[in-house]
């Protein structure tokens, strides 16, 4: 999945009193099937960056091309589609729905698909078989432990089998053997030929062997290094 | 006669349209004024939300339309038993100078609403929107309609009197019946079923042919043969199929068939013409759209779609509607 | 991918979030039926009362001839019926005496109807009406047909003669030769039926005068023709006919449902205005649940049509639940919680039976009052909360 960013600005609340720039002028390429980290401070833009390339939303400038095809100036709604079928996402702190049950969590990103619910539950089924959750399927998602709950969130991001993958700080609240595990995950991944972007400021994420490249952002800023 | 359940019902179904377009009307001004697809603003962003609302508020009002299409005509059947001379909702309906416009405005809305959503839905499928411009200036002149449509009602209701004389509808739809006035004179059976059976084979053939080679005269004359042929089959429903349906002969009223003693047929008559009407009309309406860029293919592929679905639908109301009428020939009326 | 079964989908989620939020739903829910009953309750009682009141009317004469005299009512004297005999489709033309008579032991008010009875077309349906005893043979003097509340006064009373008073306060006294049908009690509660000539020496009326005059006619579609020619013959008459009664009734009963359903209409507005605000406040979990959904690829209309389904799901079952329970109120417990609201009904019947019909247009019309507007006023909360960004659950925590 060729990621490709020319001069992307995003400036929040443009022409208001609490006006943000918080990315100037990025350009970037990332390529396919590579394993990519964003460094950088809190507040420093990564998260935005993400979001861009995970077509939450759109840049106030420049020109944002994910496998050759134009996203920027895309309506909203062509950006959702965009973002279901070709990204999956890992939050930094989860974004699981507890009140659902694992299993449901994992369905999620299928059910506007309209997919048949037995198609659905195959899908998750082999998911949850693959990270050891199956026996977490009927429980309610507020209810397991930090580890499964990555799993999950892993999972779920894996469910539409998107061929890129964004991860938004996902070590922030693990311990490191979890942290580790997770790595272990990505590296997998990415045996398997998918693209990963993760945002980190955690040398456990930076430094890890399957990493192909860091890249530092410093108010809004790309700095090679 | 506004105290009667069904007149504040009929109010209310109108309240709640002009309420809802009101509403798209407002996101349609704004829309019209500030769309700028090549910016990431909050208010971009906003507009774009708010086409959701807006088709979600037509698609509502259609569907209230329709539902107020229906409380009118069973009203006006209501109302009969209040005014002299009435027997059933044509008598009522032709009580006061409103009621005929006041139906005919309904059945314009419903078919309206109906190509806004069309258009709505090609729309979307394009990633530019590129009728956005053109579908809120439609918007906005539905909106005299709107009005038009609320005030006719309301005029009805309005000037009905509970002691009005009326005729009553086998005067009015009836052959001779003592110098009665009649609407249709002179239509004899036989020149209604050629022209109506006619009018079928003629959209069956066009249609087949619109299948398998487009050309554009095709197309729009696909679409202005549905036009004729819906406003003949109200006249044929209404003179000839009507009264094989009550199994009486004089009784030729187009509203009494949506009655339970008819085990409801009318709904189903009236379903699959509107319909079967309404895609064979659209797919003339979208021809235009053809030149958009962008919307070519999505264009002809609805096109598509809409000229085989209107053809089911036609033969399923040229069967459903002949019913009576076939099993009286067959059968001699007996059963 | 087809658009069903994506609406499948989004109903079976809607379904378990409606049943995560059990409690607040349930509250919306009942509040709805509440409403919902309330105005159904009303259509099928005013619905019932129109259709017995129709019933009723089967049997009346096509036309009745009054005398008017200085704008009120006065008898009509025998020869009028003579004065008919030209006009042709009059079938029979048959004298009635009526009043009513005010009974000071019980404080009631009855009404005393006085029949030629061999002489009507539909007498021989006065049997069909009772409950116990049959009717005397016409021209039997001293027999009477009463009503319910008539029977029960007598039975109060303790006497099985029905003992009344001429103007003079002579007493004469009937026997009770049948007892009317609960069913009809809504015309035959408080009715006495005697023979005209015993109804005559009630109300000590002359012989040659009677309180009206029934013509009935062969062919119904010449009613009004007739009724015409009558009213031209005695200008000094008012001719009413069958059709003008039901519609008088139709009137009366279409104007009083309406105001109360405007009264009702005040509940439903309360209602309306409880649910946008149950429907606009978004909780701030279920504001980061609509973005969470948001990111993981669900649009804007996706997550509309969960909102839509909620309300078509709770509407449609507070629809069903207050339509069923006004039917049984209205049919089981004749319409009990409306019993002091129905002024004008509750004293021509205290204990009437209604047996409301179930039509397709009466559910429409309560539809009409209740569903609709809702619908309406959570539409825009429902898009309002379908409009919250993806990006408010991103970054922070
Ligand atoms: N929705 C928003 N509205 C306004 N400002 C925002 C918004 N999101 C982020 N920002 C600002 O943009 C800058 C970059 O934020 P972010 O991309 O979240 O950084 P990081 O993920 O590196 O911490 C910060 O100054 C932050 O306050
Ligand atoms: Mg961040």
Redesign the pocket.
Known sequence: MLIELEHVT?V??QGLA?E????REVSLRIDDNSMVC?R????????????IIGCVFQPTSGRVAIAGKQLSRLPDRFLTLHRRRYIGFIFQNFNILPALSVEENIMLPLVPLGMRPMVMREKAAVLMERFGISHRRRFPAGQISGGELQRTAIARALVNDPPLILA??PTAHLDSRLSHEFMDFMADLKAAGKTIVI?SHDALVTEHKAVDRVID?RD?RIHVS | MFLDSWSIALVICGLVVFFMMGFAARSAVRVLLYWDPDSDSGRQIKLENEIWLTSTLVECALGVQILSLTVFVLAADHFSGAIVGAMCATGSLLANDFGVPALTVKIGGVFLYGFWIVLHQLDIRSERYPLVRLKYIYLLTLLPLLVLDLSLGMMYIAGLEPDIITSCCAVVFGEAVGGGTNLFAGFSHFLSLLLLYGSTALLFILGGLLLAWRRIGLVVVFGGVWLWFFLLALVVITTLFSSYVYAMPFHKCPFCILKPEYYYIGFAIYGLLFTGAHLGMSVAVTEPLRQVVGLEEVTERFQRRATLWSLVLLALFTAVSSWHYLRYLLLGGQG | MSVLARHLNILDHTLSSLWRRRLKNLSVLLVFAGVIFLIASFQLVTRALTETAEQALVAAPEITIQKMSAGRQVAVPLAYSEKLSGIFGIRRVVPRVWGYYFDEVSGANYTVLGLERDRMPASGQLDLVLDQGESPAPGRSGAALIGRSVQQGLERKGGSLLSLFRPDLSMVSFTVAGVFKEETDILTNDLIVLDIDDARDLFLVPEDVATDLCVYVANQREVPTIAKKIADALPDTRVVTRAQIRKTYQVVFGWRSGFASVCLLTALAAFVIFAWDKASGLSPEERREISILKLLGWETRDILAIRLWEGILVAGLAFVLGCTLAYIHVAFFGASLFRPVMVGWSVISPSLRLAPTVQLSQFLLIFCFSVLPYMAATVIPAWSCASV?A??A???V
């Open positions: 995003k929040y609340n609490n943000v720039t918080a990315l964003l950088g401070a809190s507040g420093s833009g990564k998260s935005t960056l993400l979001s938004d700080e945002t952002i809004g | 960004p990006e408010s991103l970054g922070g």
